[in-house]
């Protein structure tokens, strides 16, 4: 159990980063900030317990999510200037995060007795509800429906990892390569603005 | 048992197809317009089931909904040309959706033990939430707020299914009667172009 | 217990009322109206009642909120004028209702054996909620990001609640304090324009 809760901690510290660094854009105050990264970090773990009916949701029974939260906002906030100077920081922790929960998300899945196909449906869900509710509060075009590859790559990472799974390849290592399977896929389309093709006839 | 299934079948072909639509006139990705098929055709059974605590919510546990949701979002997009040029397509499989998702609700309601007027507003909601979701994620005004009877039809429609539940009508065929009441009523609102009183004065 | 389902009571009619008022400035129509209303008023306790998992949520299986809502609808419309004039009307019934919730969801969350801060964290959902949806839905700027202190209210006075139990202070009294804490903190904050201090150099 020790090391998916790793995963989860390091989830929940990038996403919370991510969700200051677009309320600071905002211009919100120091509370609305929390609120922003809170709902990031949270939301999609939340979603994916309310759907497989995990209750009481994890963050409300283990504190040591609302506390590491309160202290990545902290940082990120006393730290604002460094990470708004670094132009691919909100990129970077968003891309971080949706690596890290996809991999929680299925396994969660698999813990509640859910086939391949649903547990990479609630792996996505859990990387990208809680980008998907910051946008929608901020106001901004949810990170999905952008052009680049997103949800995409959570797909592709989670099939990844099940194909891992059928070779002899340990647990923890699959897990792993899946995680950086989601980051690679994105970082690759971002950085050679790779996109789904079109439905639409171009000049339409 | 099959009976209520094929109905919640169509209701998800139905709600895939509209979301489809929508999802084509915004120019999204393809992936964009599985998501809002998805959404469209999911969102109101999943609030029905997390609100009744029916967890893992339905479409977790049985794969025949995403396969059909992929299915149908496969068909609608490869004949999309001819389906757009149905100007009233969206509006009919919206229509239809409504319809069939009502019954489905008051169904897994009456089998929650609730009584009449809760299973005709978790009917309602299993109908609009998807529509609703489907529309705030696309930017447009949602559905159940436009000037046409929208919920109004699911509650009327549920309405006379419980009253129909008193004479001797077979029970299948009083779920009939209700989704076509439903699917009837907003035909002939939006025909007719029926609407409720204002409360306004209108030279206000 | 029949103390705290008064508080939930008046909480009810309060956020119907506040959304009735939102819904009419809007010119929804009476389904329209009705919608907000329901939405504003059981928002916030039916997500606190699925992140805790105690469903089926409560209005469904107790109808005495439907019914409350209704009341409260049919009530706000027949006197809208009179309410209309009353310029603060809806910060008034909106102020009310968020003390009220804040120390209704505390209470669910001490009933599910969680601790203080998840308690608190529980109740300034169940209070903030059903205004964010109520805004999302009519286009409205969340009212948690406004200015004002909002749900900081909530939180302070849920912390004083708690503060309050350590004394000997009976029950109900610690309960009533903290609902008037909030509405106070809200009150004084709105009064005196006090808001959080500023991230931002203002220059900027």
New interface residues.
Partial sequence: MDFYFVLDILGTISFAISGVLVA?RM???????F?IAFVTAVGGG?LRD????N???GW??D?VY?FTIMASVTFA?LF?EKLRYLAKSLFLFDTIGIGLYTLVGIEKGLT?G??P??CI??GTMTACFGGVIRD??CNEI?V??R?EIY??ACIAGGSLYFLARLTPLAEPYCYILGILAVIGIRLWAVRFKV??????NEKA
């Fill in positions: 600071l211009r919100l105050d120091p509370f609305g900030v609120i939340t309310m759907l497989i009916g209750t009481p949701v409300l029974t504190s609302i906030i604002r509640a859910l086939i196909i649903m449906a609630l929608i509060l949810p999905i429906f052009k949800a995409t996109s789904l093709p079109s439905l639409y």
